[in-house]
């Protein structure tokens, strides 16, 4: 058996470098929270049975060399596959989208399909409105909206729940959504106990959160290890409300792979939000649907509407995911850029390229 110590400002880094080293099949003997130079970072002691990943890589090259094992690894690894459904699930939506015939519509109905189009709305959900509206030429298509996006405003009249947590792509605006809010409720109630926690040590959020905490006279603290998050759920009580920064999670890690790995999990007042900006591609946003999907994920906060020029990824995201809107920002400041979302909004968005601010989009 060979053992060893591996450290890292997080414990997603620390499994990072096991895994590089180690391979999958490594045993974790201990992990904790230590200190290293005055500074807090994870402590884990992995072992592994076999040889380590560095002399299976060798093998595996020379297994490269024969036909069937390149088969056989694109079979294991699967995303040749999964890019191949994509294509094939995209052949049938231009197929079905030939017998969209949008004429058949009343023209109320068809010009608001076309801005709707116009905005980028994918053909999962045009094709899915179409069937609705072609039984009835008086039928409105906002009620039909509202079934396919709602909204559920992130206040904490509506969200019960003390912890929040924020999720999403490195730059997405995880840590300017968590001030954003902590200030404005903050502000609504001065006597609120708020925390500010963050789990993404190495992001440079990490001082800026800290900054604002002392600021502001919120709490602050940070999460290395699964045993800062026991930590901080066991003071929850002398918190009304505790935003959660989570890092960007790089690769192939998965939300639900952080929050087992961070005793998250099971947390059952944990409500994430997933932090999007419009205008990632389609594939992309297929990619984060996977990546971020959790029984934990509760709405979508759509950040960065003032950089984009179409609206239609919020329709398609919520079709996808099931999930509320829950909130919208629309600037870079911290003051005044960040509604919690109401369904006008939505709409004003779509069909008029309205920000919630007044602005009009070009
Ligand atoms: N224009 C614009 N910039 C934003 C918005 N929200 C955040 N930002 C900026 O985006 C950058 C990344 O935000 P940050 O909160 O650090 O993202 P994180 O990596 O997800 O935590 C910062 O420079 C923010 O000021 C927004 O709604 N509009
Ligand atoms: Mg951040």
Request: hydrophobic letters at 40%; glycine letters at 8%.
């Given at each position: 058996?060979?053992m ?6 997080t414990s ?7 895994k590089?080293?180690l391979g999958t099949?490594?045993?974790i003997l201990?992990?904790?929270?230590v200190?290293?130079?005055?500074t807090?970072?994870?402590e884990?002691?992995?072992a592994?049975d076999a040889p380590p990943a560095?002399?299976r890589?060798?093998?595996g090259t020379?297994r490269d060399?024969?036909?069937e094992?390149?088969i ?9 596959w ?5 294509q ?8 079905m ?21 116009r905005?980028?709305v994918d053909?999962?959900v045009?094709?899915r409105?179409f ?9 409105s298509?906002v009620p039909?909206?509202?079934r ?5 405003p992130l ?8 912890l929040h947590a ?5 730059g997405?605006?995880?840590?300017s959504t ?10 609504a109630?001065p006597?609120l ?6 789990a993404?040590?190495g992001?440079k959020?990490?001082?800026?959160l800290?900054h604002y905490?002392?600021?502001?006279g ?8 699964r045993?800062?998050?026991a930590?901080?759920k ?13 890092p960007g999670?790089?690769?192939?890690t998965t939300?639900?792979?952080?929050t087992d ?5 099971g947390t059952s007042?944990?409500?994430?939000h997933?932090v999007?900006n419009?205008?990632f591609?389609?594939?992309q946003?297929?990619?984060f ?7 934990q ?10 950089e ?10 919520a079709?996808a ?5 829950s909130?919208l920002?629309?600037g870079s ?6 509604a ?5 909004m939505l ?7 309205k920000?919630p601010?007044?602005?009009?989009q070009p």
């Amino acid at each position: 058996m060979q053992m060893k110590t591996f450290r890292a400002a997080t414990s997603t880094a620390a499994f990072e470098k096991i895994k590089a080293e180690l391979g999958t099949d490594a045993v974790i003997l201990s992990n904790k929270t230590v200190t290293e130079n005055g500074t807090k970072c994870c402590e884990i002691v992995a072992a592994i049975d076999a040889p380590p990943a560095s002399a299976r890589k060798a093998r595996g090259t020379q297994r490269d060399a024969t036909r069937e094992a390149v088969i056989e690894d694109a079979l294991d690894n699967g995303v040749g596959w999964q890019r191949e459904w994509t294509q094939i699930k995209g052949q049938i939506m231009a197929l079905m989208k030939s017998q969209m015939d949008m004429n058949i519509l009343s023209p109320k109905q068809k010009l608001a399909m076309e801005y709707l189009e116009r905005e980028e709305v994918d053909e999962r959900v045009l094709a899915r409105l179409f069937c609705e509206l072609r039984e009835d030429g008086r039928k409105s298509i906002v009620p039909l909206l509202e079934r396919t996006a709602s909204v559920r405003p992130l206040t904490m009249a509506e969200w019960k729940t003390p912890l929040h947590a924020f999720a999403g792509p490195g730059g997405a605006g995880k840590t300017s959504t968590l001030i954003r809010l902590a200030l404005r409720e903050k502000k609504a109630n001065p006597r609120l106990r708020i925390c500010l926690a963050t789990a993404d040590a190495g992001g440079k959020g990490r001082l800026v959160l800290k900054h604002y905490a002392e600021l502001s006279g919120l709490a602050f603290r940070e999460i290395i290890t699964r045993d800062d998050f026991a930590l901080l759920k066991k003071e929850a009580g002398h918190f009304d409300l505790i935003l959660i920064d989570l890092p960007g999670l790089a690769g192939t890690t998965t939300l639900r792979d952080w929050t087992d790995l961070y005793g998250l999990s099971g947390t059952s007042d944990l409500s994430i939000h997933l932090v999007l900006n419009p205008y990632f591609s389609p594939a992309q946003f297929e990619r984060f649907t996977e990546k971020y999907k959790s029984e934990q994920l509760a709405s979508v906060i759509w950040t960065k509407l003032d950089e984009a020029c179409t609206f239609g990824a919020i329709l398609n995201m919520a079709f996808a995911t099931g999930l509320p809107v829950s909130a919208l920002s629309y600037g870079s400041g911290l003051k005044n850029s960040l509604a919690p979302a109401k369904s006008e909004m939505l709409w004003r968005l779509l069909f008029m390229r309205k920000l919630p601010g007044g602005t009009i989009q070009p």
